[in-house]
């Protein structure tokens, strides 16, 4: 609807450019139409009138008086009227209201969709949870919005790739690995006191457990020997990084290259498959998981590194070598390359962002916690330095959802590993719930997750909400063959004229901006504007099913209205299944 009053604007436009009305240099200037939130403006406005003001020099109103009497009739447009200072508001006709069932039943699960980014790729990269752990609550959130951001950018024609950076290299799988080892010597007999800074989860237990399994006593060396020459951990009034890392020494010197390779793969696959199933089942896919390893092996972290210094954007210092970030704006400088040669995440990131750039995407989305904020300007700065088109990185920052049982609050903390699990939340309260509930606010807001409200049963819950009413239509149908009554669509998309009802005029508003409201959050990467639309539609559907009946004698009105909520019922599970969620047929 709205882009057809777009083409009738733009043709009168073109019109009066052509009587010389107005300038001919006008007409690059894009007309932008907008719903009106007063149903007395009618229900569209466009503010063409004004921005054409200053290059045409002409008084608004007389612009948009010019507009209004160019127009020509038509079977859309009931009404037109001038606003304010120059504001043209359009007023549908019932036919162009009614307009919109059709297309619902004839387009089906296409309705809403369209070709706007046509032609463009896009890579979506998000969650890129290091694999040392299970998926926490935290994660969830990430997991829901980039999955919803996909499909909505996948919805409005663009041509979407999935893909998770797996961070499989450096220094805190190191420690997973370590840590691994260390329980598995436990496991052996061995007695020691576990690092403070060691992966304690029950899941390292599991994957130690393994370890033995396969390896019997292969790996097992004294905790004399492992802990000769550590240096002091953190509760013993030593430093605990240093500990760690003192103990990831001995297990690669002690182990040796090929033994530690299969003990760090086994830690990484075990959690990596996990991982793997937790966000399938979570309805969160991929079309590729990239590894960070294959860089380092592959040499492209080495190649990076060298691009950044032939284009004298880093420099030595300590025998370290830093990345000059600050001068484009980072707060200081980085280092890509430790004093022991070893690079450092900074480095495989710019690598990985290079490699993306490489790949010819035409935008690249990074999905990162908001605890990344600072990290934005120094992946920039390194692409600007690489010559790289800047424009094209859009990083989104996604606050971590808070879990409260009851008033208490819930940890989350990987390395402790006193955390609650994505999987037991999804247990809990079920795929359909998490999802919308994390989408459900901006992903810049603070959000905290009400577990009894997602697993509630009532109209409170948003998500039983809008799942209550395409299953309430359902069972209007369900009634009706009970009944031995049938639907006739084409009797009720003749007399939707009937349909004068306020709430039948609501919901036809409704089904109507549907699409505008998922290219809107597609484009905008707001998936909770969906969430909203479909919980206002999900209303205007429980106030008008309690106010009226669809079986009646008049068998004209009674079709029409058929016809009304199974457009309706399209358009609910359409909107649902953008997100993610199951459009139940009972409940």
């Known amino acids: 609807m709205k882009d057809q009053l777009k083409k009738i604007i733009d ?181 020691f006191t576990f690092p403070s800074n060691g992966y304690r989860g029950e899941y390292v237990f599991d994957i130690a457990e393994t370890l033995k399994n396969q390896h019997g006593d292969a790996l097992l060396h004294p905790a004399a020997v492992v802990f000769e020459g550590v240096p002091t951990d953190e509760p013993q009034g030593g430093d605990k990084e240093l500990h760690i890392d003192g103990l990831t020494n001995q297990a690669k010197k002690l182990l040796g290259a090929k033994l530690y390779r299969q003990l760090f793969d086994l830690g990484l696959n075990a959690i990596l498959d996990d991982i793997r199933n937790d966000l399938a089942e979570f309805g969160a896919e991929y079309d590729e998981w990239f590894s960070e390893r294959s860089l380092v092996e592959s040499g492209v972290v080495d190649e990076a590194i060298e691009q950044l210094k032939a284009a004298n954007m880093l420099y030595q210092q300590d025998g370290a070598w830093w990345f000059k970030s600050t001068e484009f704006g980072d707060e200081k400088d980085r280092v890509v390359v430790r004093d022991n040669g070893q690079a450092t995440y900074f480095a495989s990131d710019v690598a990985y962002h290079l490699n993306k750039f490489q790949r010819g995407f035409d935008q690249i989305i990074d999905i990162w916690g908001a605890d990344h904020h600072g990290y934005i300007p120094r992946v920039k700065a390194a692409m600007s330095g690489l010559q790289q088109d800047v424009s094209k990185l859009k990083v989104l920052l996604v606050q971590f959802a808070v879990l409260y049982r009851g008033k208490e609050k819930v940890g989350m903390s990987t390395r402790s590993g006193e955390f609650v699990t994505l999987r037991e939340l999804r247990d809990e309260v079920g795929k359909d719930a998490a999802r919308f509930f994390y989408v459900l606010r901006g992903a810049d807001q603070h959000m905290d997750f009400d577990l009894e409200l997602a697993k509630s049963q009532s109209n409170d819950n948003p998500v039983y909400y809008v799942q209550y009413a395409h299953a309430r239509i359902c069972s209007v149908f369900r009634q009706l063959a009970e009944r031995q009554l049938s639907w006739d669509q084409q009797l009720g998309l003749q007399n939707l004229s009937l349909l004068s009802e306020e709430h039948e005029q609501a919901l036809l508003t409704m089904l109507s901006r549907y699409p505008e409201v998922v290219e809107l959050a597609a484009i905008t990467h707001t998936p909770h504007l969906l969430a909203h639309f479909l919980m206002d539609l999900a209303r205007d559907f429980h106030t008008y099913y309690n106010a009226h009946q669809f079986m009646i004698d008049d068998i004209n009105v009674s079709q029409a209205r058929l016809t009304l909520i199974t457009a309706v019922r399209q358009v609910i599970a359409n909107g649902l299944g953008l997100m993610g969620v199951s459009a139940p047929q009972s409940m």
């Open 11 to 191: 043709s009168t436009l073109a019109s009066l450019i052509s009587q010389q009305s107005l300038p001919e240099d006008i007409s690059s200037i894009e007309v932008k139409l907008e719903r009106t939130k007063d149903r007395s403006h009618g229900d569209f406005a466009s503010n063409i009138a004004m921005v054409l003001a200053k290059p045409t020099k002409m008084n608004p109103r007389q612009i948009a008086g010019l507009i209004v009497d160019a127009l020509p009739s038509h079977e859309l447009i009931d009404k037109v009227e001038i606003a304010g200072p120059g504001f043209i508001n359009f007023t549908l006709s019932a036919t162009a209201r009614q307009q919109v069932v059709a297309e619902v039943l004839k387009n089906a699960g296409q309705f809403g969709l369209s070709d706007y980014g046509k032609g463009h790729k896009v890579q979506v990269e998000f969650v890129s949870a290091n694999p040392t752990g299970p998926l926490h609550v935290g994660h969830g959130r990430g997991a829901a919005y980039g999955s919803v951001v996909s499909s909505l950018l996948k919805a409005v024609g663009f041509d979407v790739h999935r893909e998770y950076y797996v961070n499989d290299a450096g220094r805190q799988m190191d420690i997973l690995a370590t840590s691994v080892w260390l329980r598995y010597l436990e496991k052996c007999g061995e007695q």
